[in-house]
């Protein structure tokens, strides 16, 4: 091998392995990405009462889609444009705000006595060591007990009227509202009481301005618990013998395979639940405005 070879620049145009010239290269084709976070931004620009529609929206059409296409047949469930016409049906010749009334005496007249009891025990029970003695270990008790199985026990004592429908209510109530007032009483904090002793304030005094608006919070939540199982209450005592009421048009719609009817009543609890929560939730922003300045 002579010099000149052993100088010769290596030849790299051809040899696999080696880069391409400048003047051979061409540019990627590149596909336009957009960010999972951005579609997520996007979604997020929506208002939030629209972004909350739309599963229930989503649902209502595949539920449509599949009674229009035979999948979901009308004995099984019927479809939302028949049951939104059983509900039009209904509210015209006033069949359901008949109905709708009477439900809702019940749940007010159950929800009054329940709180009353279930109050009432909870002051006694929260604020005398000898209260919580005699009050507490009973109440505990009964509260095991399932109250729908009470049903028949309240029938054979206070008959067929109204009254057996409107125990349970209050019954659920009153257990719920204990629950929470007790807890609420016995988590007032020590220094809050320290601090009211040292300002002068007697018993009464402690428990007007120190126990009980410590306890509010809890007992706004029992409320709210409390008209949860209100509602619930109203549909077992509306199915044993109700003349009327929302649970006596169920009846009625279940002896004739009416799945629109009962629909359009399940409906019909759900609304006023949710109605009877958007109250309570709004009352307690304006009761408890003080934790939130607190935060």
Known sequence: MTIGHALAPPDTSSESGKFPAPSDRRPLDLEHVVPALARGARLRALPRWLRRALGPLLLLALWQVLSATGVLHADVLASPGTIARAGSDLIADGTLPSAMGISLQRVAVGLVLGSVVGTALALVSGLSRLGEDLVDASVQMLRTVPWVGLIPLFIIWLGIGEAPKVAPIALGVAFHLYLNVYAGI??????????????????????????????????????????????????????????????????????????????????????????????????????????????
Request: glycine letters at 10%; aromatic letters at 10%; charged letters at 15%.
């Open 186 to 295: 016995r988590g007032v904090d020590a220094q809050l009481i320290e601090a009211g002793m040292s300002l002068g304030l007697g018993r009464w005094g402690l428990v007007r301005h120190v126990v009980l608006p410590g306890a509010l919070p809890g007992a706004m939540t029992g409320l709210r618990y409390s008209l949860a199982t209100a509602w619930l209450a109203l549909v077992f005592g509306e199915s044993v013998n109700a003349d009327a009421g929302i649970g006596f048009l169920m009846n009625q719609a279940r002896e004739f395979f009416r799945t629109d009817v009962i629909v359009v009543c399940l409906v019909v609890y759900a609304f006023l639940g949710l109605t009877t929560d958007v109250i309570v939730r709004t009352l307690e922003r304006l009761l408890l405005q003080w934790p939130a300045a607190v935060r």
